[in-house]
């Protein structure tokens, strides 16, 4: 069974600080990996997707590694800024577990002012 | 383009009671799918569809009913809530369910069943 981890669970950091928002999985058996961000009470806003062939994706100040046969991915947040909190999630889609996204439990990020 | 919408936003039904979930996407995208959000539980897909006509069960289809009469729409139903459906439901759609593109969210429905 596919199971996807986020470590840590929760992180505050000081505004201008980078970091990095850590996530593996169980079967390497993926198609793609995807990142989300969550704000309170909303849905889900896609910030990146990496295909299986690819090693990383960037977007702006984000940047996500896919690293298949550890099963590790890594988001990478530079100069991070106070409206970058929120929850952010991965998750993963694999074939053999159906058509669905098997998600990980986010990591609630706080970037204070 | 609108993207994914949802109606209705809150909604608060009483134990037995039945309503429906509207999902709409203006993408033509051919799959879409329905997930529950729990605390600790993370999100957990309920049903999906491959295309108009075709649906099939996701991890915890029971107590829901969808179908797939059109491309855009996609609506779940309740047959008899119970308080354990409690939750935020997502709906999500993406040009194919090969894996190879992203898949985008609505903004949630919270569902409380007393």
């Known amino acids: 069974k596919q199971e996807v981890t986020q470590i840590p669970a929760a992180l505050s950091v000081p505004e201008g600080e980078n970091l990095v928002l850590n996530c593996s999985f169980t079967d390497s058996a993926i198609y793609n990996l995807q990142w989300f961000r969550q704000d309170p009470g909303k849905g889900l806003t896609s910030l990146l997707l990496?295909?299986?062939?690819?090693r990383e994706q960037t977007s702006g100040r984000l940047n996500a590694s896919l690293d298949k046969s550890s099963g590790r991915s890594t988001l990478y947040i530079a100069a991070s800024q106070p409206g970058d909190s929120a929850t952010y999630l991965c998750a993963v889609y694999s074939w053999e577990y159906g058509n669905k996204l098997v998600f990980g439990a986010g990591t609630i990020l706080r970037v204070k002012s | 383009n609108a993207g994914v919408t949802q109606t209705p936003k809150f909604q608060v039904l009483k134990t037995g009671q039945s309503m429906t979930l509207q999902c709409a996407q203006d993408m033509n995208h051919e799959y879409m799918s329905w997930y529950r959000q729990d605390p600790g539980m993370g999100l957990r897909l309920i049903h999906y569809s491959v295309g108009a006509g075709i649906t099939d069960q996701g991890e915890v289809p029971n107590g829901y009913n969808v179908s797939r009469s059109t491309t855009e729409d996609f609506p779940l139903r309740l047959l008899s809530a119970a308080p354990s459906q409690t939750s935020v439901y997502f709906c999500?759609?993406?040009?194919?369910?090969?894996?190879?593109?992203?898949?985008?969210f609505g903004p949630g429905t919270r569902l409380t069943v007393t």
């Open positions: 990496i295909q299986s062939s690819q």
């Open positions: 999500a759609s993406s040009p194919a369910g090969t894996g190879n593109y992203e898949q985008y």
